[in-house]
């Protein structure tokens, strides 16, 4: 079946770190990849997404890559600040007939301190 | 509305008791979504809607949980005879477009929390 794993959390970094978020995923066919995140109190919001393999996502200075031979995707930031602080959820979705179905890892926290 | 509007945020329901949730997409959205998210999880889809068509209900647990959306706007969530595993946060999330689309982007809500004791 289809499934996502992400590494568990929370990740606790200092300001201006550098962040790795790991995600792998199982999928049949071609899975479209992305990561949500979830800020204190707020929905879910799509931070970056990629449609196929050797794609790279970015916004807000976060990338990941689509790597097909190893299935993953995972997220980075050269330099966190504590606004990025927030809960981060892979997810990948299957086919034309289902591109709707989202399934999300479990989710990682990440806490940026000053 | 900006956003997706869900409402109640917070629900603690008796066990047995019936539960409505209510969510009120981004205005001119034709498509609908509902996801369960359990404490400590990754959201878990649920049910689909195309307008007023609900394409896809396959994510529902059980014959407790009824979805509409009867005017292809505001959609109400319905859980019956609710128990302690229906304790979850419940999100709704609208789309522009039909999901078949290229391009869409889902817009979540803040969801509504769900306590059965």
Known sequence: GNSVTQMEGPVTLSEEAFLTINCTYTATGYPSLFWYVQYPGEGLQLLLKATKADDKGSNKGFEATYRKETTSFHLEKGSVQVSDSAVYFCALSVGVDSSYKLIFGSGTRLLVRP | ?117
């Open chain 2, 1 to 117: 509305g900006a956003g997706v509007s869900q409402s109640p945020r917070y629900k603690v329901a008796k066990r047995g008791q019936d539960v409505a949730l209510r969510c009120d997409p981004i205005s001119g959205h034709v498509s609908l979504f509902w996801y369960q998210q359990a404490l400590g999880q990754g959201p878990e889809f649920l049910t689909y809607f195309q307008n007023e068509a609900q394409l896809d209900k396959s994510g529902l647990p059980s014959d407790r949980f009824f979805a509409e959306r009867p005017e292809g706007s505001v959609s109400t969530l319905k859980i019956q005879r609710t128990q302690q595993e229906d304790s979850a946060v419940y999100l709704c999330a609208s789309s522009l477009r039909p999901m078949e689309s290229s391009g869409n982007t889902i817009y979540f809500g803040e969801g509504s929390w769900l306590t059965v004791v």
